[in-house]
């Protein structure tokens, strides 16, 4: 107990220095838990994947069509209960900073197999009856403050000339993971135009969406489909959602690789900073240390001292930084909307938080400790500041 | 004025506090200058890739290569316009291409990424003078053969010299690998244009490029072929239009690095402080000597101040200095205009090291600055007579 008062005593001593410390590692703390963010943000169209949902796509890539015609066949695949597709349009909002993810989607269908987004019924109805009509993620209408009837106009990229839709109804996330800043319209409408235009991709769609009975099914029914394509015109790839999404986030490897490694760094960043005042703190009380020991204090109460004091400054500081986590984090997610539509603090990224101060704090104990333990009591009491 | 050795040497006697500190500042200095690094690298490879002599034409609206569409008819009237050079054999330097991505597995990771798939003609190859063909032979017309950039060669599997892929129906064999001096070309494959046309079932071309007898044309040419109401085209300087496609990746590893950096910064300033704080208190009988010997306020600021950029100094230099290293490291990702993977290296140049030498000094001058005043205000008497 009286340990415990020396170390409350010792760490606030330096006042200027404890505070200073302790405002440097909450800084750290929030940069570390801001990028764990981040790189969570990162994966969140995999988090969001369904197990019941596999993605066909062609296997040159994705930015080849599949004939519609193969809708028929997919559907007739024993295991596959659902089948719709969609196609990436890519067009631009006003200017390409306002980007967003835009989707021509088969409207019988594709709501049918994303449970996930809720359509409220009446909005759904009229989005069928009408062909330019579109659904719009809550969020991004907040985004943009559209409402039901406006009429946004996108300028194509893959499909020129301007498109004018009417937003008919706006979807919420079932899941906290859902993804609610995307634009869903109807395919017909871009296939008329194409046909119109005498286009090669008329008649085609950028991939399927399949529902199978049961996620063990998954790897059967892939293997089925990319068979039955296997010598077509236009060959297969099949695979869960989930790998689906698991490919976009491979292909920006290196950039998350980098943020790793960056927020290891700051962990040594936090520990420099401590190690710094925990050296400073047993240099200029070596004498003090002489005099416990020479008053028969063992080396495990300088232990206790030393690390008490670290620990202290590190879970103040490591608090504190947790705490203005998530308030900064609802701040950058507006302004990384376009990047992460789903960017929220993770349970385990306050523990990763908390496990790090707790490190860092015996981490720049231990040279301190080593240093007060070893040191004669005769050259400490005979030491000048 | 009190020497420099002063500030000097008191760096020296606190070894370990001064390492620490260094440390810290090391590391930000690194992040910062790496992150600029990359950028700066991802906008030199792709600037690099155009030429000014060069025009491309793209389908109106759109953003880039993968998306755009020409037709041979249209191809034909590009081909014949009057500003475009002809080649030393007297060939019209004008070529259509096809772009398309396909999907490769990585050789380290075996897991698919984009690769971008050029459909050229014989012509496309004077157009580039960066381009060089360093190992094996360039297609014959009319075949399955394609040659590669070296750097898709290294990261993508069954791509290296002699190997094939099987791509369309059809088996594709590598004859033969390029360099482009860094540019972007090293990252795609390249094919004939017929061949890739036939096997893809494709009747388009996705962009035209050509070159100018005289590069002020440029403008006259542009309006011409955007009112010509047989096209419907855009055309764009080569340079201007690679520029942008670097614009979006680059912009986001800026924005992302310099958050990083800042709060890095703001902990390593914080590190200097208290290291230049307990200086200072350590000192004070020192400080009083000093001032009781004739030495004004602001020398003993100066001093303390230098002391801090000192400490900033060998921190800095030591992170620039692991950081140049950096420039022989190759990374690739997706490049977020095109879709597909681009190699590109960590760059350094002048405005980056300057960049990040004021970076230091500002962190050294923010760390030492209050300790400084707290010194230079001292009390002589009172700081004499502690202990």
């Known amino acids: 107990m009286a340990l415990f008062r020396l170390i409350l005593k010792n760490t606030f001593r330096q006042k200027l220095r404890a505070f200073l410390t302790i405002a440097g590692i909450a800084i750290a703390i929030l940069g570390f838990s801001f990028l764990r963010t981040v790189i969570s943000g990162w994966y969140g169209g995999v988090e969001a994947s369904s197990q019941n949902r596999l993605i066909t796509r062609n296997a040159i890539s994705l930015a080849f069509p599949l004939p519609l015609a193969y809708k028929g066949v997919l559907q007739g695949i024993p295991g596959v209960t659902g089948v719709s597709y969609g196609d990436w349009f890519g067009g631009v909002y006003i200017d390409e900073k306002n980007f967003f993810p835009q989707f021509a989607i088969d409207a019988p269908t594709y709501f049918d197999l994303y449970p996930e987004f809720k359509v409220p019924p009446e909005q759904m109805q009229a989005f069928l009856r009408e062909r330019n009509a579109a659904i719009v993620g809550v969020k991004l209408a907040t985004r943009y403050g559209w409402k039901i009837g406006d009429t946004v106009r996108l300028r194509g990229t893959f499909f020129p000339s301007d498109w004018d839709f009417v937003i008919r109804g706006i979807y919420k996330g079932a899941e906290p993971t859902t993804d609610e800043t995307q634009f869903f319209f109807h395919w017909q409408y871009v296939e008329e135009r194409e046909r119109q235009n005498d286009s090669p991709m008329a008649g085609h769609v950028g991939w399927y969406v399949l529902r199978v009975s049961n996620p063990e099914l998954a790897g059967p029914v892939s293997q089925a489909i990319d ?55 047993v240099r200029e009380r070596l004498k003090e240390f002489s005099v416990l020991k020479a008053m028969g204090f063992r080396p495990r109460h300088l232990m206790t001292l030393i690390a008490g004091e670290s620990l202290l400054i590190a879970l103040l500081g490591g608090g504190l930084g947790i705490a203005v986590t998530a308030p900064a984090v609802a701040v950058f997610a507006k302004k990384l909307e376009n990047f992460f539509p789903l960017l929220r603090v993770e349970t385990a990224t306050y523990l990763a938080c908390l496990l790090t101060a707790v490190g860092v704090a015996f981490g720049a ?13 005769a050259d400490g009491l005979r030491r000048i500041g | 004025m009190i020497p420099l050795s002063y500030s000097f040497r008191n760096l020296w006697i606190r070894r370990m506090t001064t390492l620490l500190t260094a440390g810290g500042m090391a590391l930000v200095v690194f992040v910062f200058s ?52 002809t080649g030393p054999d007297g060939k019209a330097l004008v070529t259509g291409e096809v772009l398309v991505l396909i999907n490769l597995p990585k050789r380290a990771t075996n897991r698919p990424s984009n690769v971008e798939l050029r459909g050229v003609l014989p012509e496309s190859i004077p157009l ?60 795609e494959i390249w094919i004939d244009a017929e061949q890739l046309m036939q096997a893809f079932k494709r009747t388009i071309f996705s962009s035209v490029t050509l070159q100018l007898k005289n590069p002020n044309d440029f403008s006259s040419l542009k309006t011409r072929l955007e009112a010509d109401p047989r096209l419907t085209v855009t055309a764009e300087r080569e340079k201007e239009y690679y520029t942008k496609q670097s614009k979006v990746l680059a912009m986001f590893i800026r924005i992302l690095g310099i958050f990083v950096t800042v709060i890095f910064s703001l902990g390593a300033t914080i590190g200097a402080m208290i290291t230049m704080y307990a200086s200072v208190s350590n000192r004070t009988v020192e400080i009083g000597t000093l001032r009781a010997l004739g030495f004004r306020r602001r020398h003993i600021l100066t001093a303390f101040l230098m002391e801090s950029l000192f400490l900033s100094l060998v921190g800095g230099g030591a992170g620039l200095f692991f950081a140049s290293f950096l420039q022989t490291l190759t990374v690739s990702t997706t490049n977020f205009a095109t879709f597909s993977e681009i190699a590109f290296s960590f760059s350094l140049s002048p405005s980056i090291f300057l960049a990040s030498f004021l970076f230091t000094l500002m962190m050294g001058f923010a760390g030492g600055v209050l300790p400084a005043v707290q010194a230079a205000r001292r009390n002589i008497v009172q700081a004499l007579r502690s202990t």
Do not use: C, Y
Not at chain 2, 157 to 168: D, K, M, N, P, R
């Open chain 1, 227 to 281: 068979q039955r394509f296997k010598n077509s015109l236009a060959a297969t790839l099949t695979e869960s959602e989930k790998a689906f999404q698991m490919g976009f986030v491979s292909m920006t490897e290196s950039i998350l690789i980098a943020l790793k490694i960056v927020s290891f760094l700051i962990i040594g960043v936090i520990l420099v900073v401590l190690s710094n005042t925990m050296a400073m703190t």
């Open chain 2, 128 to 187: 580039r003078s960066q381009v060089k063909l360093i190992k094996g032979r360039f297609w014959q017309p009319g075949s399955s053969e394609i040659i590669v950039g070296t750097s898709v060669a290294k990261r993508f599997q069954g791509i290296g010299l002699g190997e094939s892929i099987h791509v369309a129906m059809r088996d594709w064999t590598v004859v033969g690998l390029f360099e482009s001096g860094g540019a972007a070309f090293e990252s």
């Open chain 2, 34 to 85: 790496a992150v600029l690094m990359l950028a700066n690298g991802l906008e030199k490879t792709l600037v690099s890739t155009g030429s000014d002599q060069n025009a491309i034409i793209l389908r109106k609206g759109s953003d880039s290569e993968v998306q755009s569409m020409i037709t041979r008819d249209q191809v034909n009237i590009l081909k014949s316009q009057p500003e475009i050079s």
């Open chain 1, 365 to 377: 104990a231990i040279f301190p400790i080593w240093r007060a333990i070893t040191l004669k009591i």
